[in-house]
């Protein structure tokens, strides 16, 4: 059961612009959590953030959560070629560490 | 860091074949799952386990079984090989000891049945 949905579903930016990705989910959840996969490898943990968190910031990624929407966006500032790689949401919605993952924006950064 | 290792980055194996999938994590971490993903698809939680010898499905189980026989290693087993199971396979871990903990995720097996 894929319960993220992810927008857009790919996106290319020029480097130094700044990336904005959606995820939109359908039950109440615990936490949400943003994850990013460069080609071929495997998934790596960017933020998580509990379901009464409105906004989170780490580094140049802001994350911010409407529960009421039951949407959230992930914004990467200042994009870096680095950056280029495929960005997932996951959603825990029992609070058992199970994930439910939409199906992921790949963003590519132009240099 | 948490390191958790997947013993093949690639592997090819025929039709009807037993397949094991190896994965090994250093943190001491309870919980263990297995994905599988495909293009359009993103990532479908296959088993999982909570504890040693402990295992529940998940959305996509059929044609797969798993081994927890020890904390640090768990193990999943394509019975009967097929075509249609050929994609990457991803293992991951995380601790139920405190609520709201992110996954860690090896490299993935990028599996293949001809």
């Known amino acids: 059961s894929q319960q993220g949905e992810e927008d857009p579903q790919a996106l290319s930016i020029q480097e130094g612009e700044n990336a904005t990705m959606n995820c939109s989910y359908k039950?109440?959840?615990?936490?949400l959590q943003w994850y990013r996969q460069n080609s071929g490898r495997g998934l790596v943990h960017l933020i998580l953030?509990?379901?009464?968190?409105r906004e989170k910031h780490s580094g140049r990624l802001r994350v911010t959560l409407d529960t009421s929407k039951k949407s959230s966006s992930l914004l990467i500032t200042a994009s870096r070629a680095a950056d280029t790689a495929s960005y997932f949401c996951?959603?825990?919605?029992?609070?058992?560490?199970?994930?439910?993952f939409g199906q992921g924006t790949r963003l590519t950064i132009n240099p | 860091d948490v390191k958790v290792t997947q013993s093949s980055r690639y592997l090819v194996k025929r039709t009807g074949e037993k397949v094991f999938l190896e994965c090994v994590q250093d943190m001491d971490h309870e919980n263990m799952f297995w994905y599988r993903q495909d293009p359009g698809l993103g990532l479908r939680l296959i088993y999982f386990s909570y504890d040693v010898k402990m295992k529940e499905k998940g959305d996509i189980p059929e044609g797969y079984s798993v081994s927890r026989e020890k904390k640090e290693r768990f193990s999943l087993i394509l019975e009967s090989a097929s075509t249609n199971q050929t994609s990457m396979y991803l293992c991951a871990s995380n601790t139920h000891r405190e609520r709201n903990q992110p996954q860690h995720f090896g490299d993935g097996t990028r599996l293949s049945i001809l």
């Open positions: 996951a959603t825990d919605a029992t609070g058992a560490q199970k994930l439910v």
């Open positions: 039950t109440s959840i615990n936490n």
């Open positions: 953030i509990r379901s009464n968190e």
